[in-house]
Structure formats: structure tokens, C-alpha cells
């Protein structure tokens, strides 16, 4: 029997399953689970204060094991609409190499066991926010924003903005102003971001019926408002620095960075509607990986060296 054949068998047979560890590896969206990793990390170290070593381990563990629960629990509910899209359609539950139910199980398996391992190990409040983080991105945004709103993306992004302030409170206990500024970061560069890849992938977005803006308020308002989130976002970007938990090498190349960010937002703007490749979204989308990416590897960066070497803002 082909691939594509026994694909279908499965799809008419619930409860069976085709799948291989590297499809539940992809349930995990490992790639969001690499950022989320990142950004909970840098959060940890630097927060005040100390934590046994073998706790901080356990720590980073749970909120990676949480983050890809979040991303399971999305790719089950989610397997109606992926199966439309281009970019989605060869995930594990819409090609039918994972059963829908065996796809929620395991993210609520792990979810469970994410929130229960924070808690009993490290401490409730870091557990209370990491179950938090996973309601709000498998319920409130894909099961409730997702599909009914262009402003979507805007309120769902507090999901992916979470962990940074869950490693510092897995230190702290609590939550500060620092940690907040963590937040925001994430928080105001997700709208610009996937904006930017809903401008190109306007018709996937169109097929599934998914309201993102382009598609609801049109091309130049879209535009528009990449620029206006990112002219918010690049000074919200130097706050670490101003407000002193990160230093002169993080100032420097998060104003620089930020330069670059604007300027591309400006070019997208700027983009003519009926500029068929539209490169200038493009590589918009591709800098602002770059440029969270950026950001929390030198938070980390510097916190790491002070923390080993005692040279503060290096």
C-alpha cells in the first residue's frame, strides 16, 4: 500500500496511527519550543537571586515540555484548517500519521505533567503561569481568537510572550517590572511579525478562512500597522538597557537592530499592492526572527557573563 493510501485508511479509521517519534517531535513545533526555550531562559538568569542548580534544569525542562504541549494541543485543533493551507498541510494530524485523539491526549498528557513537574519541583506561582500560558494559547487564542477575529494575532501574541516572565518568576516567585519589559518585547514583535508572513501567505489565510488582517481590512491597513506596532516596539526593545538589567553591548545593538527593523517596516509600507513577490514582507518576516533572536541571546548573554565572571553590563 503507498504512503499517500494508507494515509487515507488511517484518516477513515479513527484511533489508528501511522505515526513515527519524529511526527510527535513535530506535534511539539520544536522551532517555537527553541524560542520559547531561549526567551524562558534568559528570563531565569536574569532574575535576582539564585536556584539550585538541578531545579534550574527542571525548571527550563517544564516550561519546553509546556511549550510543546501548547503547540500539540494547537495542531489537534487546528487539523481541519492545516489541511487547507500550503504551509501546514503535511503536519502529522492533517495527513492522518497521528489520530486527532492521540494527538490530544499527548498535549494534554504533557500539559499535566509540565505544570504538575514546575510546581512540585521549583515552585506554584511559575507553575500557576505556565498553565496559564497553555490555556491561553490553546483556548483562548486557537480555540477562540483564531477564527473570529483579525486582532488575533495581537491579543494571542501574550501567549508566546510568557515564558521569559515564567523563568523569572520560577526564580523569584513573583513578578517584576523587568520581567514585564520581557513580556512586552515579545508581546509588541509578534503583530509586525506575523503580519509580515500573512501578507504573503494572504490566499493559504484566505482558503482556511482565517481572519488575519490583510484579508479582513486589506493590504495598506496592514501595512500601515506593521509599521506603527514597530515604531512601539524597537524603543520598548532598548528598555532592558535603559533601565539598567542589561548593558552597553545590548544598548548599542538593540538600537541598531532596531534601526534595521524600522527600516524594513518602512519598506513594507512602502510596498505596492501589487508587487506580486512581495520581497519587502519577506524579509521583514526573516529579520524578525533574526531580531528577537538576537535580543535575548545578548540579554542571555550578558547575564551569563556577569553571573560567571562578575563583569556587570559588559
Same mark, same amino acid.
Given at each position: 500500500?503507498?504512503?499517500?493510501?494508507?494515509?487515507?485508511?488511517?484518516?477513515?479509521?479513527? #484511533?489508528?496511527?501511522?505515526?513515527?517519534?519524529?511526527?510527535?517531535?513535530?506535534?511539539?513545533?520544536?522551532?517555537? @519550543?527553541?524560542?520559547?526555550?531561549? *526567551?524562558?531562559?534568559t528570563g531565569f538568569m536574569l532574575a535576582p537571586g539564585s536556584i539550585?542548580?538541578? $531545579?534550574?534544569?527542571?525548571? !527550563?525542562?517544564?516550561?519546553?515540555?509546556?511549550?510543546?504541549?501548547?503547540?500539540?494541543?494547537?495542531?489537534?485543533?487546528? &487539523?481541519?484548517?492545516?489541511?487547507?493551507?500550503?504551509? *501546514?498541510?503535511?503536519?502529522?494530524?492533517?495527513?492522518?500519521?497521528?489520530?486527532?485523539? /492521540? &494527538? $490530544?491526549?499527548?498535549?494534554?498528557?504533557?500539559?499535566?505533567?509540565?505544570?504538575?513537574?514546575?510546581?512540585?519541583?521549583?515552585?506554584?506561582?511559575?507553575?500557576?503561569?505556565?498553565?496559564? *500560558?497553555?490555556?491561553? +494559547?490553546?483556548?483562548?487564542? *486557537? @480555540?477562540?481568537?483564531?477564527?473570529?477575529?483579525?486582532? /488575533? !494575532?495581537? !491579543?494571542?501574541?501574550?501567549?508566546?510572550?510568557?515564558?521569559?516572565?515564567?523563568?523569572?518568576?520560577?526564580?523569584?516567585?513573583?513578578?517584576?517590572?523587568?520581567?514585564?519589559?520581557?513580556?512586552?518585547?515579545?508581546?509588541?514583535?509578534?503583530?509586525?511579525?506575523?503580519?509580515?508572513?500573512?501578507?504573503?501567505?494572504?490566499?493559504?489565510?484566505?482558503?482556511?478562512?482565517? %481572519?488575519?488582517?490583510?484579508?479582513?481590512?486589506?493590504?495598506?491597513?496592514?501595512?500601515?500597522?506593521?509599521l506603527a506596532y514597530s515604531l512601539v516596539l524597537v524603543p520598548v526593545?532598548?528598555?532592558?538597557?535603559?533601565?539598567?538589567?542589561? #548593558? %552597553?553591548? +545590548?544598548?548599542?545593538?538593540?538600537?541598531?537592530?532596531?534601526?534595521?527593523?524600522?527600516?524594513?517596516?518602512?519598506?513594507?509600507?512602502?510596498?505596492?499592492?501589487?508587487?506580486?513577490?512581495?520581497?519587502?514582507?519577506?524579509k521583514l518576516f526573516a529579520f524578525s526572527i533574526l531580531y528577537l533572536?538576537?535580543?535575548?541571546?545578548?540579554?542571555?548573554?550578558?547575564?551569563?557573563?556577569?553571573?560567571?565572571?562578575?563583569?556587570?553590563?559588559?
Amino acid at each position: 500500500m503507498s504512503l499517500i493510501a494508507a494515509e487515507t485508511a488511517v484518516q477513515a479509521r479513527p #484511533g489508528i496511527s501511522l505515526a513515527e517519534p519524529g511526527d510527535y517531535l513535530q506535534l511539539l513545533k520544536p522551532r517555537v @519550543m527553541s524560542l520559547v526555550v531561549l *526567551t524562558a531562559v534568559t528570563g531565569f538568569m536574569l532574575a535576582p537571586g539564585s536556584i539550585h542548580p538541578t $531545579l534550574a534544569v527542571i525548571a !527550563i525542562l517544564s516550561i519546553a515540555i509546556g511549550a510543546g504541549a501548547s503547540g500539540a494541543l494547537n495542531m489537534w485543533y487546528d &487539523a481541519d484548517i492545516d489541511r487547507l493551507m500550503a504551509r *501546514t498541510a503535511k503536519r502529522p494530524v492533517p495527513t492522518g500519521r497521528i489520530a486527532p485523539e /492521540n &494527538a $490530544l491526549a499527548f498535549g494534554l498528557s504533557l500539559s499535566v505533567f509540565s505544570v504538575l513537574l514546575l510546581g512540585l519541583a521549583v515552585n506554584w506561582a511559575a507553575a500557576a503561569l505556565l498553565a496559564f *500560558t497553555i490555556f491561553f +494559547y490553546a483556548v483562548i487564542y *486557537t @480555540m477562540g481568537l483564531k477564527r473570529s477575529t483579525p486582532q /488575533n !494575532i495581537v !491579543i494571542g501574541g501574550a501567549a508566546g510572550a510568557f515564558p521569559p516572565m515564567v523563568g523569572w518568576v520560577s526564580v523569584t516567585g513573583s513578578i517584576s517590572l523587568e520581567s514585564v519589559v520581557l513580556f512586552l518585547i515579545i508581546f509588541l514583535w509578534t503583530p509586525p511579525h506575523f503580519w509580515a508572513l500573512s501578507l504573503f501567505k494572504l490566499e493559504d489565510y484566505a482558503k482556511a478562512g482565517i %481572519p488575519m488582517l490583510p484579508n479582513v481590512k486589506g493590504k495598506p491597513a496592514t501595512r500601515f500597522q506593521i509599521l506603527a506596532y514597530s515604531l512601539v516596539l524597537v524603543p520598548v526593545g532598548v528598555l532592558p538597557y535603559a533601565m539598567g538589567f542589561a #548593558g %552597553p553591548v +545590548y544598548g548599542v545593538a538593540s538600537a541598531l537592530l532596531g534601526a534595521n527593523f524600522i527600516r524594513r517596516a518602512w519598506g513594507v509600507y512602502r510596498m505596492s499592492d501589487e508587487d506580486s513577490s512581495m520581497a519587502p514582507a519577506r524579509k521583514l518576516f526573516a529579520f524578525s526572527i533574526l531580531y528577537l533572536f538576537s535580543l535575548f541571546a545578548l540579554l542571555l548573554t550578558e547575564a551569563v557573563v556577569e553571573k560567571a565572571f562578575g563583569l556587570a553590563g559588559f
